[in-house]
Nanobody, 120 residues
Framework: QVQLVESGGGLVQAGGSLRLSCAAS????????MGWYRQAPGKQRELVAA???????HYADSAKGRFTISRDNAKKTVSLQMNSLKPEDTAPYYC??????????????WGQGTQVTVSS
């Protein structure tokens, strides 16, 4: 199986910064796209940022200019640096990875979520 373990969430004041990290482990042959999603109460889960295996990035409009996604293919990790945080960024954040396993089965995996709370 494949596991994604997130860390780095917490409580921060508006204007502050947090860095989220996610480490993948298990029967992994390769990881294609990796990304971060969030799901505020009463809302659908939304993509915040994604990065391809080759390093191309995509950001939600709400994250552009404030968040930076990065990955380390050798360590099988993805990080999200979040600056200038706003109260509306408050949500649990979920790591996502599109994994090709050693059995050559491709599936999307999710982490358990890490809470980000931004106070005004």
């Amino acid at each position: 199986q494949v596991q994604l373990v997130e860390s780095g969430g917490g409580l921060v004041q508006a204007g502050g910064s947090l860095r989220l990290s996610c480490a993948a482990s298990g029967i992994i042959f390769t990881i294609n796209n990796m990304g971060w999603y969030r799901q505020a109460p009463g809302k659908q889960r939304e993509l915040v940022a994604a990065v391809t295996k080759g390093g191309n990035t995509h950001y939600a409009d709400s994250a552009k200019g404030r968040f930076t996604i990065s990955r380390d293919n050798a360590k099988k990790t993805v990080s999200l640096q979040m600056n200038s945080l706003k109260p509306e960024d408050t949500a649990p954040y979920y790591c996502n990875a599109n994994v090709l396993t050693l059995s050559f089965v491709q599936s999307a995996y999710w982490g358990q979520g890490t809470q980000v709370t931004v106070s005004s």
